[in-house]
Nanobody
Framework: QVQLVESGGGLVQAGGSLRLSCEAS????????LGWYRQAPGKQREMVAL???????VYRDSVKGRFTISRDNAKNTVNLQMNSLKPEDTAVYYC????????WGQGTQVTVSS
């Protein structure tokens, strides 16, 4: 069973930065795509950023230019650098990894105060 463990969430003021990290229990090279999703209270879970095996990335429009997804194959981690954070970025952030099935982490809270 694949395990994904997120870290790096917390409370930050608007305009600040946070770096999320997700460590996988197996070689991340075995996954077709890795990503970060988020879910705010009362809202559906939404895609934030994806990174594919070849290195291509996809971002939701509202985070383009502020967030950067990256992967470290040596450490089996996928990271999300979040800059210029806004209160609307407040959510629980989930790491996702996909082979034939999707795997999810337990989530980490990010709170941005105005």
């Amino acid at each position: 069973q694949v395990q994904l463990v997120e870290s790096g969430g917390g409370l930050v003021q608007a305009g600040g930065s946070l770096r999320l990290s997700c460590e996988a229990s197996e070689n991340i090279g075995s996954f077709n795509v890795l990503g970060w999703y988020r879910q705010a209270p009362g809202k559906q879970r939404e895609m934030v950023a994806l990174i594919f095996t070849g290195g291509n990335t996809v971002y939701r429009d509202s985070v383009k230019g502020r967030f950067t997804i990256s992967r470290d194959n040596a450490k089996n981690t996928v990271n999300l650098q979040m800059n210029s954070l806004k209160p609307e970025d407040t959510a629980v952030y989930y790491c996702n990894a996909q082979k034939r099935l999707p795997y999810w982490g337990q989530g980490t809270q990010v709170t941005v105060s105005s």
